[in-house]
């Protein structure tokens, strides 16, 4: 191993609030996000965790920085990869966001609610595109053209490494994932509970981007 390096990990699901009391937000446990820290740490690095709102324990040798909403991950996010040397995006941070944010509950009428939702920052493209020397990894959950969409989104986010995962991954204990080099290789394919493929994905990233920088 060469050298330590500082790791940033952003992980779980966020929330984007409707009213004092609802919000949208998905399934994203913050298990995955769990288990890369873990596989991180073993192998010497340093990690901080930007995570949404999980139930999942971190590693305690991790920094954690909680926050809610997409916008607050963004934020915090680029204040912390300003001091790491590569970014893994493991977080499922919510797409949208209401066009207004009631400031009262919203009431029942018993008519149809219609919502205007924009989109919300997308993180791991904004780190990237200003990432300079340093690294950023991707996870894509896609539910049909797994590959071709992954390798669209690697060029987007100008990743380095794309991991390809499905919907089935969401709230589970297993996973199953494809490794994608920045030339569209596929590095690797792991199977089983997310401990053993994150212990695989970060060998590849020790390989591919720890070492060789």
């Given at each position: 191993?060469?050298?330590?390096?500082?790791?940033?990990?952003?992980?779980?699901?966020?929330?984007?609030?409707?009213?004092?009391?609802r919000y949208l937000t998905n399934a994203s446990s913050g298990r995955m996000g769990c288990a890369l820290a873990q596989a991180a740490i073993d192998l010497g690095h340093e990690v901080t965790i930007v995570s949404g709102p999980v139930q999942v324990p971190y590693p305690p040798q991790a920094r954690i920085v909680d926050v809610v909403s997409t916008e607050e991950m963004l934020t915090a996010a680029e204040r912390e990869f300003a001091d790491c040397d590569g970014l893994i995006g493991v977080a499922a941070p919510c797409d949208y966001r209401p066009v207004r944010v009631?400031?009262?509950?919203i009431a029942k009428t018993g008519q149809p609610l219609v919502l205007h939702l924009i989109e919300t920052p997308d993180i791991v493209a904004t780190l990237g595109a200003n990432k300079g020397t340093r690294w950023c990894v991707g996870f894509a959950l896609e539910t049909d053209d797994h590959r071709l969409r992954a390798l669209a989104k690697m060029q987007k986010k100008c990743c380095d490494l794309m991991v390809v995962n499905g919907t089935e991954a969401m709230h589970a204990v297993d996973t199953r994932v494809e490794v994608l080099s920045a030339s569209g290789d596929v590095l690797d394919r792991m199977e089983g509970s997310k401990e053993s493929v994150s212990r695989g994905i970060l060998q590849i990233i020790q390989r591919v981007l720890i070492e060789k920088g």
């Open positions: 191993m060469i050298g330590m390096a500082r790791i940033l990990i952003t992980s779980g699901p966020t929330r984007q609030y409707l009213d004092p009391v009631a400031t009262d509950k």
